[in-house]
Every structure is written in structure tokens, then in C-alpha cells.
């Protein structure tokens, strides 16, 4: 990705970080929320020189982290974008956070895969494509974990954070949309993938003649 993209994405993120923090609905919320964001931006920023991602890889990096922000800054069961759709599908709830959770097993179903396949741990794209989605799936249930404890330290607090809109089955259907986020990725994707990929190695491969 061109350096200057790659810079007026991050201050277009930046920017809507400060922004959804002021103007936050709930402030305790907001930080649970864009925590993975504020966690992964400067890891993603050491690493660019040493290992640089796809282009694909960053865009939906940078787009999950547009879901975590308005998602923190509404709170998921009030971002208007949901109360769309709950709209025109005839919903009964704000279906926002299922775009979250889908996000959270599309992005580390292909950041296992990129770096399974382009640090050589793995030849197999079928057995990478199956591995991927366990890592999203093992990541999807570590959140539902820290949902639980988060629920359990704060009491009545945590509501806005667990955004269950008193579905029993919030849990189940959450984990549901990461898998098929995982899946979409690393099936629909893999050729798109793969292709970014191979253009990102062969500079590499040129060096080390």
C-alpha cells in the first residue's frame, strides 16, 4: 500500500478516534470498545517496515476498526447505521454488532493466513483456509469470554458493553457471524489473497539474489 494512503488512513482513524472518544455515549464503553484499536495501531505501525501487509489485509484492518469506533461511540444496540437496516429488513433488534462480529472473523481469518502462508509455517491453502478459521473462531470466543468477566466485574455497567438487546442466544449468534466471517474470508478471498501476496514477495525474493 502507498505510503501516502497508508498515512491518510491512519489520520482519518485517528481523526474518528478523537471524534467517537468526545462524543461517546458512554465513556467506560467507548474505551472496551475501541481497545483492540488503540492495541493493534501501534503494532501495525512498528511492523509496516519489516513485514507489510497486503493492501487487502490493511483496508479491512482499517474498516473493522471504523465498525469498533462507532460501535464504542453509540454503543452497538444505538449506531443509526443498524437502526437502517433493522428498518429495511424488518428486524427485531439493531443488528450492528453482528457487522462487528462478522468483522472479527473476516480480519483474523486473513491475518492467519498471511502470516501462515508468507512466513512458510504452512504450504497447504487448504489446510491454512481451515486453521484460519479456527484461529477466528479460538479469538471470537475469547471475547465472549472477556464479555462474561466484563459483565461480572461491572454488574448492571456492562450492558451497553454486552449489547445483548435481551437475546438469550446473543452469545451463539455472535460466534455464528465470526464464522461466517472467517469463512467469506478465507474462501471468497483467497485468490485476491494470494495475488497481493505474491506481489509483495517477489521484491523479496528479487533482494535475496
Partial sequence: MPRIIAASICILLAAL??????????????????TPVLIATPILAYT????????????????HAVVLIFGGMDT???VPLG?????VFDLSRNPYDKIGHFMQGLVPALAAREILLRRGY????????????CVAMAISACYELVE???????????????????????????MFMALIGATLG?????????????RLEKPIAAAVR
Fill in 17 to 34: 478516534l478523537i471524534y467517537s472518544g468526545i462524543n461517546a455515549y458512554d465513556r467506560l464503553t467507548w474505551l472496551l470498545e475501541v
Fill in 48 to 63: 509496516y517496515r519489516g513485514f507489510p501487509l497486503t493492501p487487502l489485509l490493511y483496508s479491512l484492518i482499517a474498516l
Fill in 76 to 78: 452497538y444496540a444505538r
Fill in 83 to 87: 437502526f437502517w437496516i433493522q428498518h
Fill in 122 to 133: 504452512l504450504s497447504s491453502r487448504a489446510m491454512a483456509g481451515f486453521l484460519c478459521v
Fill in 148 to 174: 462474561w468477566w466484563s459483565a461480572l466485574a461491572l454488574g448492571q455497567g456492562a450492558d451497553e458493553f454486552l449489547g445483548t438487546q435481551g437475546d438469550p442466544w446473543d452469545t451463539q449468534s455472535d
Fill in 186 to 198: 478465507t474462501v471468497g478471498l483467497a485468490c485476491w489473497h494470494d495475488r497481493q501476496i505474491a
